[in-house]
């Protein structure tokens, strides 16, 4: 008795499409209609969004092995409150089952079978266990986490005396289902909320945050992003971000569905939790949504809020990008990278031409080497590791003066035991680490002068080879090696109060670092490339360097990766995408515009970045 579900998508014997409504039936152990417009399909709905699927509740003569198989097909089904999926389960069983609480997903599918020894011994019961390998799980909030190891659950079917038909009296928790399924149903999607530290944006433009959650794709999927926008943000992300929305707000009660109208105006009821917000905070809660919004669709262009009875304000699109920043706030001006002679140059970052003059001041006149920069966010100042990886120099991006003493030296007796390349976040304050065994620290410079603050790093295993903060100034991405091998890792930034006379300097901490990157055993670079999402390049076990996307949540995004590079040593990317993709390949400097393909720029040079 065992049940092959590959990729979670087990081939069920009949399907057919309702080919004028757009629905698919999955046929699980109910006969089909035997009249209508009917025709068999292969079941592609990504090609179709408007192509929903349903399951068909169990028949009348179903066998443990149908029940077992049919709740499993209804769970991949865009049934919007899995009612289907809870009448292959007793009555007492299906009140008691929350589908909505969690999410299990399992690599290559799962397998199903019956323990005979049990089953001999209960003729009113029947017992199946599912098996698979697990790779990520979602909780009550919908939020991503990479997962590994066995999944075993066994499920158990009780035969109802009066009808003699079989039923699930103990599910599984929430839903299971394989791998394809879930990328076939489920899209990610931002949602957004507003920096709570200070430090990015300001108070009368905050920084917005994405916070990535999963959506089922064809079951309502905008109104699910509002609902989840109220509720607040996610676990992970609560303790760095604030929402402009009152405690309390949600929809207005008997609001089941949101549409936007002819003029894409989404109008959002809100109950009265929300009544007597001023102009400024309804503008930042309207901003909030359409920044959901616009990640999930093109159909809104306004955000009309509603409460008391009343319009509370409306805002466009374009006017919601006054009201809050997102992701980097200035568009890079120039690419950067170090030429032959280890100087720091530039060159338009839009521009086709690949002439790269040396950048004015103390970091391009040539009077020092470099193995690596970075420039700030408003490219005013630039931060530079000298060849030998022991000194960190912070200079002006403007003519004239001289580079100075460092603001730090590493004593790693050995290159590879000092320094990483600098990062600036929004705030214009400089990170770097220090790899020296002794004293491995992650460093942050207050305006990229004076004493480094040591940032508290908490759970950290293993030593940064790399830094990345995020635009957004709560987020950054490590890449920590640990017995000799290197994975990414991406942390929340926490800081404390303002200095006092007790205390001078600010604590500031990187907490809860999660893998982005489970299924690679080697990272080579990294760069963020979106405001959740990242570019890595890196091999699996016993693998080719590959390069590929991934979100911050551990997840893979759907857009096909970048194409193919040998050789990678260094990629340099932007949170807004609208600069083309660098890198430092076997073939020097190297970009790839949107829709292109790569294209060498030069062929020395070294340690390409944008501001960041």
Request: net charge negative; charged share 25%.
């Amino acid at each position: 008795m065992a049940a092959d579900r590959e990729g979670g998508a087990r081939r069920m014997p009949r399907r057919a499409v309702y080919a004028a409504c757009g629905v698919v039936l999955l046929s699980g152990c109910a006969s089909m209609p035997d009249d209508g417009d009917l025709r068999g399909v292969d079941y592609t709905p990504r090609q179709d969004s408007q192509v929903r699927v349903f399951a068909v509740p169990p028949g009348e003569d179903a066998t443990p092995t149908d029940i077992v198989d049919g709740f499993l097909e209804a769970l991949t089904s865009d049934d919007p409150h899995y009612e289907t999926a809870k009448l292959y389960l007793t009555p007492e069983a299906a009140k008691q089952w929350e589908p909505e609480r969690s999410a299990t997903v399992l690599a290559n599918g799962m397998e199903s079978y019956a323990d005979p020894a049990e089953n001999r011994d209960h003729a009113s019961s029947y017992f199946v266990t599912l098996a698979g390998t697990e790779v990520g799980a979602l909780d009550a909030q919908q939020s991503y986490s990479p997962a590994a190891g066995d999944y075993r659950r066994q499920i158990q079917l009780t035969r109802n005396k009066k009808n003699g038909q079989w039923r699930i009296s103990r599910p599984p928790r929430g839903i299971v289902l394989g791998q394809s399924d879930f990328e076939r149903n489920y899209m990610s999607v931002n949602k957004y909320y507003f920096a709570s530290n200070g430090v990015a944006g300001s108070p009368s433009r905050p920084m917005a945050v994405a916070d990535p959650v999963f959506v089922r794709e064809r079951v309502d999927p905008m109104t699910h992003m509002v609902r989840s926008l109220l509720d607040g943000p996610t676990v992970w992300l609560d303790q760095v971000v604030r929402s402009s929305f009152p405690t309390g707000t949600k929809l207005k009660p008997g609001v089941e569905s949101l549409t936007p109208d002819g003029q894409n105006t989404l109008t959002v009821p809100l109950n009265d939790s929300a009544a007597r917000v001023g102009p400024g905070k309804c503008r930042e809660m309207a901003a909030q949504l359409l920044f959901t919004l616009q990640n999930l669709t093109s159909a809104v262009d306004q955000i009309e809020l509603e409460a008391g009875g009343r319009q509370l304000c409306l805002v466009s699109a374009d006017s919601a990008d006054s009201v809050a920043a997102r992701g980097a706030t200035e568009r890079p001006e120039f690419l950067y990278f170090l030429d032959g002679r280890h100087r720091l140059v530039r060159m338009p970052a839009r521009s086709k031409d690949n002439e790269a003059l040396a950048v004015p001041g103390p970091l391009g006149d040539g009077a020092n080497q470099f193995w690596s920069a970075g420039v700030a966010r408003r490219e005013d100042l630039a931060a530079g590791v000298s060849l030998d990886r022991r000194a960190l120099f912070v200079g002006s991006l403007l003519s004239g003066g001289s580079l100075g003493e460092p603001v730090l030296v590493s004593q790693g007796r050995a290159e590879t035991d000092r320094l990483t390349a600098p990062s600036w976040d929004a705030a214009g304050d400089l990170w770097v680490a220090d790899r020296d065994p002794k004293r491995p620290r992650l460093l942050l410079f207050d305006g990229g002068k004076g004493e480094p603050v040591e940032v508290e790093t908490p759970g950290l295993d293993g030593r940064i080879d790399s830094v990345r903060v995020a635009g957004d100034g709560v987020r950054i991405a490590l890449v920590v090696e640990k017995a000799g091998k290197q994975s990414l890792l991406i942390g929340r930034i926490e800081r404390g109060d303002k200095p006092t006379e007790a205390d001078e300097r600010t604590r500031v901490a990187v907490l809860e670092l999660r893998s982005a990157t489970p299924e690679l055993e080697e990272v080579t670079t990294m760069s963020w490339v979106g405001e959740s999402r990242l570019v890595v390049v890196g091999t699996k076990q016993g693998g080719v360097q590959q390069m590929q996307y991934v979100l911050v949540d551990g997840s893979t995004p759907e857009a096909p990766p970048p194409a193919a590079l040998t050789g990678v040593e260094e990629i340099a990317g932007t949170e807004d995408g609208g600069v083309p993709l660098v890198a430092h390949s076997e073939d020097g400097i190297v970009r790839m515009p949107t829709g292109e393909q790569w294209q060498k720029v030069v062929k020395d040079g070294t340690a390409p970045v944008y501001p960041g």
